[in-house]
């Protein structure tokens, strides 16, 4: 039996070379798996840049896709100014509105609640102004702000009411 | 001098033992230095996971915080159209279209050529139309086409001119 050939061979030799060989046997193995996973490390860097750039390429190429029927439905409302057809205009910019505010939408993007309190996390305070209105309440929004999934990704510019006027012809004491 | 020391102390032991000592030392630091690499390589990959979804998040976010100027305008040019200022709906529509197609022009976007003769690559032709023009050139754009870099992103659709009609009343022989 051929395996028993080979145990009286490692038995003819001394503990001690037993140990050496197996010892230089488990240090080629683990050199060779070193090596081998160091490459594997390599390539796998190298992919991933690659991966990452042609993702990020794509996530880029699919939004511009997206905005290219926008293109179209604004070239023909201009087409439409151009020859004076006032409706088709302004059928043709609403369009493009609603096409433009869904592919926003698709992608996250949320408009900034301005109803009710000023919210120094949301909101960026431009004027504040004597009003009727509770203080500290959003009276005017001059721009719109938008959140991107958690994000605030451009706050609303806002006019938030001052102090109440008094009354010019106040109530006699 | 501690250095004699230690040699002499190697030097009493045998060859062998020797060896096996180095070999042992040489096993455990390459075993050591296998679960580093093993844990580097988990955190790598680990981290170009993350690292690829939020390239991807802020890829899409980088163009869609470049579309809100384009939004505002768009509401703009919509609020002109209520209150029947059509010169300038007409002027916001213009700025619109203008400023989205710079963004799209520096996302890499750029028209097909539709002058000249028909191209499989980057045309689709819709009609074959008897035609003054050359046969095989393109007469007619119904819808402009894109690139984006070097690939054709949408091709353009096309007429494209037939053989050239007879003259109704041709030259006698």
Redesign the interface.
Known sequence: MPEDVENQEVEET?P??G??EA??N??EE??D??QR??A??DN??KR?AR??ES???R???R???E??P???D??R??EA?DSHE?AK??DG??L??RQ??Q??EK???APVETDGRFDPHVHEALLTQPSDADEGSVIEVL??G?R??DRV??PARVVVAGPKEESPSGNPP
Do not use: C, M, P, W
Request: aromatic share 4%; proline share 0%.
């Open positions: 001394s001690e070379t140990e050496l010892l230089r488990e240090n683990l050199i798996t070193l996973l160091q594997d490390f796998y860097r991933a991966d990452q993702l990020v390429a996530a880029g190429e939004i511009v896709k905005l290219l926008i293109l179209d604004l070239e409302a201009l100014a006032e205009l302004e910019v609403k493009v509105h433009l505010e592919l926003l992608e996250g993007l721009q719109k938008y991107l999934g990704l451009r």
